[in-house]
T-cell receptor, first 109, second 113 residues
Framework: QKEVEQNSGPLSVPEGAIASLNCTYS??????FFWYRQYSGKSPELIMS????GDKEDGRFTAQLNKASQYVSLLIRDSQPSDSATYLC?????????FGTGTSLTVIP | EPEVTQTPSHQVTQMGQEVILRCVPI?????FYWYRQILGQKVEFLVS????????KSEIFDDQFSVERPDGSNFTLKIRSTKLEDSAMYFC???????????FGPGTRLTVT
């Protein structure tokens, strides 16, 4: 059983702070990793992809991957109220995408 | 910007009825997927489709489910005899390259009564 684990939260941060979201996965052969944002009642929206160890930055978002520790994280700098959503970690093994249950983030104005 | 579209947005059906959920993937994408998300739960993989055949399917995707790409644009999910527990959001997704970035449609909310 391939598992993707995330803290369900809720995680609350003040506006302008850094939000840190974490994800661990069980299958060592997983190749690709994604972060999605999902607003209530909406579909997942792709934020970031990361395929190799290290950091990847895109605007206010930084994804970090450590395959040895089977860990992937997402940092959101200068958090805005509009960032309030559930963040889903997705891990690909073979041709299947496995999603975590998501972390609920609230950014307090 | 191209996007995945899905119809209908909401489908209500009675238990035992057949439903067909429709999706139009992004036009140059080659890999297509169906997922479901029961309210409050995680997104679950159902099936992937490439080159006009199923690539992989999960345990959820039993004989009650089928997928089809009847023409060059549509991708459908059929549930033959719906059960109460099939009530969920069903998302279609597509990507251009295997295991690459995947884009989701807005979903169809299926309610089985």
């Amino acid at each position: 059983q391939k598992e993707v684990e995330q803290n369900s939260g809720p995680l609350s941060v003040p506006e302008g702070a850094i939000a840190s979201l974490n994800c661990t996965y069980s299958d060592r052969v997983s190749q690709s990793f994604f972060w999605y944002r999902q607003y209530s009642g909406k579909s997942p929206e792709l934020i970031m992809s990361i395929y190799s160890n290290g950091d990847k930055e895109d605007g206010r978002f930084t994804a970090q991957l450590n395959k040895a520790s089977q860990y992937v994280s997402l940092l959101i700098r200068d958090s805005q109220p509009s960032d309030s959503a559930t963040y889903l970690c997705a891990v690909v093994t073979g041709n299947q995408f496995y999603f975590g249950t998501g972390t609920s983030l609230t950014v307090i104005p | 910007e191209p996007e995945v579209t899905q119809t209908p947005s909401h489908q209500v059906t009675q238990m035992g009825q057949e439903v067909i959920l429709r999706c139009v993937p992004i036009s140059n994408h080659l890999y297509f997927y169906w997922y479901r998300q029961i309210l409050g739960q995680k997104v679950e993989f159902l099936v992937s489709f490439y080159n006009n055949e199923i690539s992989e399917k999960s345990e959820i995707f039993d004989d009650q489910f089928s997928v089809e790409r009847p023409d060059g644009s549509n991708f459908t999910l059929k549930i033959r005899s719906t059960k109460l527990e099939d009530s969920a959001m069903y998302f279609c997704a597509s990507n251009i390259v295997r295991v690459n970035e995947q884009y989701f449609g807005p979903g169809t909310r299926l309610t089985v009564t």
